[in-house]
């Protein structure tokens, strides 16, 4: 018996310690610095030592592609939760397009690294792309609308939320509402919808659950881009 109590503490332990680093990964890929940083930043500020760090991922690279893939497989649940229920495959289409959009007041990490790492960010989905290609794909089969190449239908949608995010970042005193609907909107009426129908899609109601996701704590100001060690790999303890 207390042989199991330690292996679930270890385990608890484990689970926080990769919980903590993830969330550092996914702080400084939100802000200026980037990937750039090293794997003793990375440890610093999950506040862990770098042994620890080499328990659980092999290099910053490993932590990075984990950090951006549960980064987006929450997004996807929580677009899931928010449409449940909704059957028209092109209300659908328009809610992803507007919840996305609205990374930027929802979930401003997740935003910030979409908008740094753009089209290379989104070649790693596994997450949002294909709930797009699904929801493309239904109103294609149920001819709401025209989709001649959904590949390319997938890239003008990337692009177009791209574009729209870095214009939100840039003028905070654009209604935020207005914009994502407009884009919704326009998309619709690319791939064949009449303006009044796409229109009506994309003034569907939009619920956001009541969930707290991508909010990792700002970087410490005093020490926001420590230099990096010469070494990455240290004596650091290495506890978990």
Request: glycine share 6%.
């Amino acid at each position: 018996m207390v042989e199991s109590t330690s292996v679930t503490r270890h385990d608890r332990r484990r689970k926080q310690t990769r919980a903590l680093l993830v969330e550092s990964a996914c702080a400084f890929l939100a802000s200026d610095i980037g990937s750039r940083v090293s794997v003793q930043q990375l440890a610093d500020r999950a506040d862990i030592g770098v042994g620890s760090f080499y328990n659980h991922f092999a290099n910053k690279e490993a932590l990075f592609d984990v950090a951006i893939a549960e980064t987006l497989t929450e997004f996807g649940s929580f677009f899931d939760e928010a449409c449940d229920g909704i059957d028209d495959p092109v209300v659908l289409f328009a809610n992803g397009v507007r919840m996305t959009a609205h990374l930027l007041e929802s979930h401003r990490v997740m935003a910030e690294i979409v908008m740094r790492l753009g089209f290379e960010y989104l070649a790693k989905d596994t997450a949002l792309a294909p709930r797009a290609a699904a929801g493309l794909q239904a109103a294609a089969d149920s001819g709401r609308l025209t989709i001649d190449h959904l590949d390319t239908a997938l890239a003008c949608t990337a692009g177009s939320l791209l574009g729209c995010l870095h214009l939100l970042a840039a003028d905070p005193s654009l209604d935020v509402t207005r914009t994502v609907s407009a884009l919704a909107a326009g998309l619709l009426r690319m791939f064949g919808l009449d303006d009044n129908t796409a229109t009506a899609a994309a003034s569907h109601p939009l619920t956001f659950p009541a969930r707290r996701f991508g909010a990792p704590a700002p970087l410490p100001p005093a020490r926001r881009f420590p230099d990096p060690h010469p070494h990455d790999r240290d004596s650091a303890g290495s506890r978990d």
